[in-house]
């Protein structure tokens, strides 16, 4: 018996012993993935060799004679880097998702593979100049050249996602690049879901006036009547349970994380000239609000070439699997980026034909669909066929996406109208066109070909001049609209075609303006007397009012110093109007709870980190809005469970079209005070439940975890502690440091998801004094040093030097590759 306990001790410990060996040697593996700082490579297409030296935060600096030299060598560090990043983004503009992930993504490609943006990406491909041709297939040379590179010694060709899931990349291709800018640009875009809500509240029973109750307009705006959408297509009301999309993984829809901005968008601008700072130069400042991930979506990089007898100089936020740098300056203009919001989506609901399901009616009689078979092909599956269908509006969109087949009668399909499907899309000229730019003007010029989305483009240049330019393709709506955008139209009938577009002369567009400051965060910035409609679904007033109270009409003369202070501003508007009527109107809590509420009195409704009001304030909003608005819309009510927070002042106010405060399910008529209270008392106990009794112990810090999700890993323990980066974070969804939360994520509801994905500020006293920063770190590797190594310094609002300077960025450089011409 001794001898064989004795040898079973000694097979356990052995067992154990080749484990670790295992795990030390797979680490060590993957370690092998990270790619070397320094090295050397030829690449087919260069005319000259090109120097890229990575700075010690591994900024790539390329040094090129061409600027096609330029963007292959972009495309090189891009796949270096991020080609996992890149490889999603392509394979989510062509509805193959379910090649890498199997059946969690079906529903998701067909929704994308049914937008057909690889397609028109192919057929913009014919309309494109020589020249940003010649741009797109060096990028993809410079792809290409890294995906085939001669391997080290131990050397993975992949990163550890390829690894993992077992995939490989195809060569990319020019219409790769196209498509993810449409991608992209799908992700800016947000009126189609709030058509799609609006309809969903109609199906639940809400009237027109009900509906405005939900979404009140700006003080501005003066729109018609919303009709009532139950007449006008006979709606299914939904069951009370039901979802949006089928594809699940682990609990969270893929469409979600393939596009987690859609319909949520954000971002702050402003650039005050000269006259307004104390150098006497002109500031600019920019952060971007989107959806977080691990890595970020920006990939920062600075390119260097020749341009005839010029010298050109390019930094900022580059996008992967582009060859574009969105956001950033050349050596003689900024630019900076904020959601204009227009209204450049309509969803037109098509009546079948009885007899036949591959026609629907129109104004002249019944017209087919265009028809084309599409196979999805899933790994560890059978393939999945349908068929996409096109009205003369635009693709018929999924039964399954926003609960459409359960809203609408059997005799309706929804499709989308949207410029962004064109495929004479010249956003991609215009995008590459900008790395030329030597005045506003010509900035101006250059982007004036952008389709989609509409952009505010905060703009200042070297010789002093500031502006704001908000190009894209607005529809025309004709005068016997009444809908205006705000819910999908019947497409039978003639009146609610578009009617042309805006000219581009007439886009918004401002100069020098006499204040000296322009400042904008997606609210309406074009005054009462534009004569174009834009949207009715501009971001709530209070970020913008904020920019203005900072930055436009602040008395002091601008700095950096007061840049920074502004992009870091925590204080939320929003949260200490609402708690002000909220406390006014509060009935009997419990006694216990009593020192908190007069805590929240005298809060001074700035979103810090240490503190726990704003872990009250966000809890308590989030059960009140469940309280008051759950029961009234049903099934749809996921879609609006948010903050809200001018919605709820508008109740507070002025009361609304039904007694929202009111439960539908009980005998008894609950007043907005007794509702208010209770929803203090339980935000309190659940607080207690999760953190403890000891209140002190609450901080907002702890809860509000920038999350930086990775696509698919973050869902997969343990794969998760290495892939998903998380940084506690200051701000909330109302302050200019945003921080976003989702109320609808019932385990994390305070964590923050949506904020400043890239933060810059340009200081025209001296172009390489600007700074610049993003969420992750330059790789994509989650075994590299560079994976993560921004995270904190981003929560702190702090920032990495923007030079193109070489004295400057080759100090502490991490390593120099070469890029050599192939023979």
């Known amino acids: 018996m001794r001898t064989i306990i004795k040898w079973t001790i000694r097979g356990i ?23 070397p700082y320094s090295g050397e490579i030829n690449i087919a297409g260069l005319s000259a060799p090109v120097s890229v030296v990575r700075d010690r935060e591994g900024v790539p600096h390329i040094e090129a004679k061409t600027r096609d030299d330029a ?82 010694i131990l050397e993975p060709s992949l990163s550890p996602e390829f690894i993992i899931l077992g995939h490989s990349p195809e060569d990319w291709t020019p219409a790769h690049s196209v498509s993810a800018l449409k991608m992209m640009s799908l992700n800016l875009s947000k ?36 009709p009532d959408l139950r007449k006008i297509f006979d709606l299914n009301k939904p069951d009370l349970v039901a979802s949006a999309s089928t594809d699940d993984l682990d609990g969270k829809s893929m469409m979600e994380q393939v596009m987690p901005s859609v319909g949520i968008w954000a971002s702050n601008n402003w650039v ?3 006259a307004r700072t104390e150098s006497g130069k002109p500031l600019l400042a920019n952060d971007p609000h989107l959806g977080f991930g691990s890595p970020a979506l920006w990939y920062l990089a600075h390119i260097t070439f020749e341009d005839g007898e010029k010298k050109r100089n390019v930094i900022g936020a580059s996008l992967p699997a582009t060859p574009l740098i969105l956001l950033g300056r050349t050596d003689r203009v900024a630019w900076g980026f904020t959601n204009a919001g227009a209204d450049v989506q309509d969803v037109f609901i098509e009546e079948i034909n009885e007899t036949d399901e591959n026609k629907y009616r129109t104004p002249l009689g019944w017209q087919d669909f265009i028809l084309k078979e599409e196979t999805i092909k899933i790994n560890g599956g059978e393939d999945f066929r349908f068929t996409r ?15 459409l087949d359960k809203i609408l009668p059997p ?5 989308l109208q949207w410029p962004g499907f064109s495929p004479k899309d010249t956003g991609m000229e215009a995008a590459l066109a900008i790395m030329k730019s030597d005045t506003m003007d010509e900035y101006i010029e250059y982007v004036s070909k952008i389709l989609s989305p509409m952009q505010a483009m905060a703009l200042a240049d070297i010789d002093g001049n500031i502006g704001l330019y908000a190009p894209s393709s607005v529809p025309i709506r004709g005068p016997e609209n009444e809908i205006e955008g705000r819910a999908p139209v019947p497409g039978w009938l003639e009146k609610y075609d578009w009617q042309g577009f805006v000219p581009k002369e007439e886009m918004p567009l401002f100069k020098n303006p006499a204040v000296g400051a322009i400042g904008t965060a997606n609210s309406r910035f074009v005054g009462a007397d534009y004569k174009h409609h834009l949207t009715y679904d501009w971001e709530e007033l209070f970020r913008h009012n904020r920019v203005q109270e900072l930055i436009v009409k602040a008395n002091s003369k601008h700095t950096i110093a007061s840049m920074k202070a502004a992009q870091a501003d925590i204080y939320s508007p929003a949260f200490d109007k609402l708690r002000n009527l909220l406390i006014t109107d509060i009935g009997k809590i419990a006694p216990e709870n009593e020192p908190l509420l ?20 966000n809890s308590w909003v989030r059960v009140l809005v469940e309280a008051i608005y759950k029961d009234d819309l049903g099934s749809s009510f996921e879609a609006f469970n948010n ?32 509702i208010i209270a209770k929803s203090f008392d339980q935000a309190l106990a659940g607080l207690r439940d999760k953190y403890g009794s000891n209140t002190s112990k609450w901080v907002w810090g702890e809860a509000h975890i920038m999350y930086g999700e990775h696509l698919p890993f973050s869902k997969v323990w343990p794969l998760s502690l290495f892939f998903t980066v998380e940084e506690p974070s200051a701000g909330g969804r109302y302050t200019l440091n945003r921080g976003a939360t989702k109320f609808n994520d019932k385990e994390h509801p305070d964590r923050s998801v949506h904020g400043a994905s890239y933060r810059a500020i340009y200081d025209f006293s001296d172009l390489n004094k600007s700074m610049f920063i993003h969420t992750t770190g330059q790789s994509g590797n989650p075994f590299s040093s560079l994976y993560r190594n921004m995270s904190n310094r981003w929560a702190k609002v702090e920032y990495l030097p923007m030079t193109t300077n070489p004295d400057e960025y080759g100090k502490g450089a991490l390593g120099r590759w070469k890029l050599l011409p192939k023979q």
């Not at 410990?13 to 680490?27: D, P, R, S, W």
């Not at 990043?85 to 998701?108: H, I, N, P």
């Not at 269908?389 to 609960?403: C, M, N, Q, T």
């Not at 005799?411 to 499709?415: D, G, P, S």
């Open 191 to 226: 009126n189609m879901g709030n058509e799609l809500t609006r309809l969903a509240f109609a199906a639940n029973g809400l009237s027109p006036k009900e509906i405005e109750d939900l979404f009140p307009v700006g003080p501005l705006d003066k729109p018609k009547p919303l």
């Open 598 to 617: 007069a805590k929240m009195k005298i809060w001074d409704a700035n979103m810090e980190m240490s503190r726990n009001e704003p872990l009250i304030m």
């Open 643 to 674: 903050q809200r927070a001018t919605t709820l002042i508008r109740l507070l106010e002025q009361g609304g079209a039904r007694k929202w405060c009111d439960n539908i399910f009980t005998e008894r008529e609950e007043p907005c005070k007794e």
């Open 13 to 35: 410990f052995v067992v154990a012993l080749l484990i670790l060996v295992a795990g030390g040697l797979g680490y060590a593996f993957l370690t092998r993935t990270v790619q």
């Open 272 to 274: 005050v000239s000269g």
């Open 389 to 403: 269908k096109i009205s003369r509006h635009g693709p018929v969109l999924p039964g399954f996406y926003k609960d």
């Open 71 to 152: 963007l292959a060598a972009l495309g090189f560090v891009h796949a270096q880097d991020r080609l996992w990043q890149m490889e999603v983004l392509r394979m989510s503009a062509q509805g193959r998702l379910s090649e890498m992930f199997g059946k969690a993504t079906k529903d998701t490609d067909v929704f994308l593979r049914t937008l057909g943006f690889f397609e028109q990406a192919k057929q913009s491909l014919k309309i494109f100049t020589p020249d940003t041709i010649a741009g797109l297939e060096a990028y993809s040379r410079g792809v290409n050249a890294f995906i085939h590179r001669k391997l080290r």
């Open 411 to 415: 005799k309706y399909v929804a499709t």
